[in-house]
């Protein structure tokens, strides 16, 4: 495979102006018929070059230029381009080709899951089906006929209004589907299968009335109103916020159970992952409910953010990504907690794409070059990308901001277009001059920021000194200085907010605001200060970078308490927890007796006591900094002292705060019992407390907190209740009860796929030794398969991804066993192979041992064979 770059990028030398696709699906193959009306593309210089189109594992049946057929010796074929030479400005392409979907186990182009037909063509998958510029800058006007047999296929969907049906008497029918929208084709969707629906409608702001439906097999047919009432809450939400109105008569969700992303934004016809989808109460946790909820939101804010403005080329995928997030961030925390929402995602951030932009795959979020692109929808295009829109808004204010994406989408609406031409809104619409923020896009890897402070009393000044530096990455050693947004606020000896009056300015202004740091080294000063103030600094974590001041124990316990930023109290306490965890790692290292910070213990009681406090809020405090976080943050990350002191510490804070947490959960749990399952945030706050305070109580191993966890699994309502009880039984010493329950629940939920999926988890994720073996075992459990994504992502991602202590065993045998893994799906599935190989990249943060098993596995996996382009990509450039 050989690297494609920015640089090289060209316009299209043809436009396709109109597609007109048939698809007649069989069980052992289908034909597609497409014939394209084509021009020269005006934008280019003269003369007709050569016709490239792109097709991959495609047999040609027929090729007709202008009705003409044409013979092997017009045209060029390998195995992924179809090259002929046009003899007119204007002309039309037929072609007729075979297809195999029904033994299609990449799930890339059209495929077969669970007895349906559908398709996924971003990126690059649309070439799959038929010969086509495969390229997101050909926009096209699609119509397209699926003929298929009634019985097993009596639903035909695809992109657009539908426009005809009629049966063939054969026991065949079939359905043509029109799109007025132009699109390019990674957005093309087909769906053939036994679904039911459920249907409701939606009154856009200028009055027009939207069907909406969303498809399921029979049998899920109760676990869709869910994703239906997120749904109609993302149409109004795009057009409060955004202004943006649906623009078909129709929307429509389809639910597939093999998929190797969450869901598809195609042009009214969304394909999801089932697990995005199907949502209730017993079978479904709140943690899946909300994602439902986001990503039926993310997939619907596509429609603008993605489709009607669409990406020049795949180096601008954060342009629809990125913004996306954003989008769909938002819209979670006005329909939530924000300030949950936002601690939830940085946690994310910071444990995962901080480490991706500190390993080899690092690339900045709009990257210069790839080998392949399905290894590109990363956590720095989405997250990051997230954030970088996140600090515009913020640098901008919600009203310019707004005024920057009307004028956005107003400019390019039915254009394919760059991150520099979203940039250049936002400017022209603020005035704002954003070239040195654009070095966001442009170059990889956390920023740090060091603060520090002094304070002249005879001045009454307080001066914040910013250092900011930014570590090398793959191809890029040298970094300059990026826009960063800090916002802070001062607080006195009370914790109450001062006013903000730096040097320069005759009056205070504001409480809380928003400096920029544009320079490696750059000093505020404030004025008019009695006493040294405590600063609260990057509230709401206004910025991706990796901050540290030198903040002592006790003020950040100060911090918790007293800080009006909500996201500021749990960085607070994540940073005095990261503290205490450290001394522990070290006493672990030293082989000392390890002696646990009661300050951790005094403010996590405070927390606990303090009865005003969200109870999302006090769950999201109680959380330790997880094993991955504390390995991102380690320079060589010491897998077993890790492990050794987060469970003592969690062990110790289970025995001092027993009481409270006891009270904590039995209140809560009262109430869960006493009342129905609502999907809702404060329902979610008070089921997510009482679930951490049980995972911290059973690690007491008393008689009566394990009778109060197996009644909570088996006296439950719901998942959420009943899954969390599971999972500490799971990582309790209590055998036979976990036993009996695992093969209870098992036994209950052996027909829901997704119930399994959280079965295989908890169980891949359980720390208690023996985890591969366990893994190993369930493996050959009736209910899983690899040829399922999400069976794959619930057991061996759980087990390499969560379990690190077990993943990383010192004799490699996890390392051994995920290589085994990601060769056995290179063949089938690269794009699931390449995706579980994260966890092996990381191997420079490991010691000496470590570094070399993993490295021994990676050049394994190299040598096993022919690699997708997938796998080779990401362990070529882990090893080099
Ligand atoms: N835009 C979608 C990306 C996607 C995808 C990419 C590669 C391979 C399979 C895929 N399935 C979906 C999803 C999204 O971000 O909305
Ligand atoms: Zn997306």
Redesign the pocket.
Known sequence: PKMIYLKDYQAPDYLIDETHLTFELYEDHTLVHAQLVMRRNPACGAGLPPLVLDGQQLELLNLALDDRELTAADYQLDDSHLTLQPTQERFVIDSSVRIHPESNTA??GLYKSSGMFCT?C??E?FRKITYYLDRPDVMSKFTTTVSAEQHSYPVLLSNGNPIATGSEGDGRHWATWEDPFMKPAYLFALVAGDLWCVEDRFTTMSAREVTLRIYVEPENIDKVQHAMDSLKKSMKWDEEVYGREYDLDIFMIVAVND???????NKGLNIFNSSCVLARAETATDAAHQRVEA?VA??YF?NWS?NRVTCRDWFQLSL??GF??FRDSEFSADMNSRTVKRIEDVAYLRTHQFAEDAGPMAHPVRPDAYME??NF?TLTI?EKGSEVLRMIHTLLGAETFRKGSDLYFARHDGQAVTCDDFVKAMEDASGVDLSQFKRWYTQAGTPRLEVSESYDAAANSYRLQFRQSCPATPGQAEKLPFVIPVELALLDAEGRELPLQLVGEDKPVGRSRVLQVTQAEQAFTFLNLEAKPLPSLLRGFSAPVKLSFPYSRDQLMFLMQHDSDGFNRWEAGQQLSVQVLQELIGQHQRGEALVLDQRLVTALRSVLENASLDQAMVAEMLSLPGEGYLTEISDVADVDAIHAAREFARSELASALFEPLWARYQANRELSRSTAYVAESAHFARRSLQNIALSYLMLTGKAEVLAACLEQFEVCDNMTERLAALAVLVNSSFEAEKNEALKSFAEHFKDNALVMDQWFSVQAASTLPGGLSRVQALMQHPAFTMKNPNKVRALIGAFAGQNLINFHAADGSGYRFLADQVISLNASNP?IASRQLGPLTRWRKYDASRQALMKAELERILASGELSSDVFEVVSKSLA
């Not at 998929?259 to 934004?265: D, R």
């Open positions: 799930l890339e996924q971003e990126a998958g998929f190797n992303m969450g869901a598809m934004e990503v993310h997939e596509h993605g629809k990504e996306t997030v692109i399905s929808y989405y794009q």
